[in-house]
């Protein structure tokens, strides 16, 4: 190794860890992002991480007086497109501009979106431990239903029944959540 590589490795691994900050916090948005251009979510999970592998490799051209997020977005646009010109069947969607349509349009909901996924973040917080340990295993950890019910000691039918009893109640708190003062931070 060099002694210029001995130079730049603490250069680097402070890259690295702002970049993993900034990502990590994203990668949830940017998921539902490609989750709406690609039919089902192993793709699009595939997809996120090709996303995340070309931006660290184009880290240095990221400008931190941006935000993060819509520059990851433009990311995992052009792979979501990739992944489309490999899936002859969703070319349509390239062809007829969809792609971009949809891009637009979440450009132009983002204000309302991230209102209201802040209102569920404190809706989450307010649910049972129980219940909350549902959401976490079957939308975050995508635990699968029959493991779920057996952490839980229920049915696999209480499981689905109770998950949807929680998406109900935090649906109606999210309606009755007022957003505060000046919006989001």
């Known amino acids: 190794m060099s002694a210029e590589s001995f130079?730049?490795?603490?250069?680097?691994?402070a890259a690295q860890q702002r970049f993993l900050s900034l990502f990590l916090r994203?990668?949830?948005?940017i998921f539902r992002y490609v989750a709406a251009l690609v039919p089902n979510?192993?793709?699009?999970?595939?997809?996120?991480?090709?996303?995340?592998?070309?931006?660290?490799?184009k880290f240095d051209a990221y400008d931190p007086a941006q935000?993060?997020?819509?520059?990851?977005?433009?990311f995992a646009l052009n792979k979501a497109r990739q992944w489309m010109e490999r899936h002859q069947r969703w070319k349509a969607l390239l062809d007829g501009g969809?792609?971009?349509?949809?891009?637009?349009r979440r450009e132009e909901l983002r204000p309302e979106i991230e209102a209201k996924?802040?209102?569920?973040?404190g809706c989450l917080e307010r649910l049972p431990e129980d219940q909350r340990s549902l959401v976490e295993g079957y939308y975050y950890r995508r635990t699968g239903i029959a493991a779920l019910?057996?952490?839980?000691?229920?049915?696999?039918?209480?499981?689905?029944?109770a998950l949807q009893r929680?998406?109900?109640?935090?649906?109606?708190?999210?309606?009755?959540?007022?957003?505060?003062?000046?919006?989001?931070?």
Not at 26 to 29: C, F, H, I, L, T
Not at 41 to 57: C, G, K, M, N, P
Not at 98 to 104: C, P, R, T, W
């Open 117 to 121: 996924l802040g209102r569920l973040e």
């Open 41 to 57: 979510v192993a793709d699009a999970e595939d997809i996120v991480q090709q996303t995340a592998v070309a931006l660290w490799e």
């Open 7 to 13: 130079r730049d490795a603490p250069d680097r691994a």
């Open 26 to 29: 994203s990668e949830r948005e």
């Open 98 to 104: 969809l792609a971009e349509e949809l891009m637009q």
């Open 67 to 74: 935000p993060f997020t819509p520059w990851a977005c433009r």
């Open 149 to 161: 019910a057996g952490e839980s000691g229920r049915t696999e039918a209480a499981t689905y029944k």
């Open 166 to 185: 929680i998406r109900q109640a935090l649906q109606a708190c999210i309606e009755r959540t007022p957003e505060p003062e000046g919006g989001w931070a």
